[in-house]
């Protein structure tokens, strides 16, 4: 049974930079892609990054290119965001999410192609 732990959020000004970390049990991340979404109040489920299986290829969504970066740890327990230059319209609820098809190159960005999902941690920007 896949579960996903997240934490890092919190408040930060704008400019600031936050990490958040997605833990799963050994082998989840060499097996499976792992996506990073966020819900801001009365907005759809938003893609903000993915990465394939065993850390490969990498993909994020265009209001986040160039200032969030996703990275895993060597034993690739934990998948990290790495959110820098935030502004407000980063404020939302961060969730990762887990795709257990085993079969894709690149990270899915369809929220109906994700099968286990995190709990979700707070970010809040002010301005």
């Known amino acids: 049974q896949v579960q996903l732990v997240e934490s890092g959020g919190g408040l930060v000004q704008a400019g600031g930079s936050l990490r958040l970390s997605c833990a799963a049990p050994?082998?989840?991340?060499?097996?499976?892609?792992v996506g990073w979404f966020r819900q801001a109040p009365g907005k759809d489920r938003e893609f903000v990054g993915g990465m394939a299986a065993n850390a490969g290829t990498t993909y994020y969504g265009d209001s986040v290119k160039g200032r969030f970066t996703m990275f895993t740890d060597n034993r690739k327990l934990t998948v990290y965001l790495q959110m820098n230059n935030l502004i407000p319209e980063d404020t939302a609820i961060y969730y990762c999410a887990v795709d257990k098809t085993t079969n894709r190159r690149t990270p899915t960005t369809n929220v109906d192609d994700y099968d286990v999902w995190g709990q979700g941690t707070q970010v809040t920007v002010s301005s």
């Open positions: 050994p082998r989840t991340f060499m097996w499976y892609s």
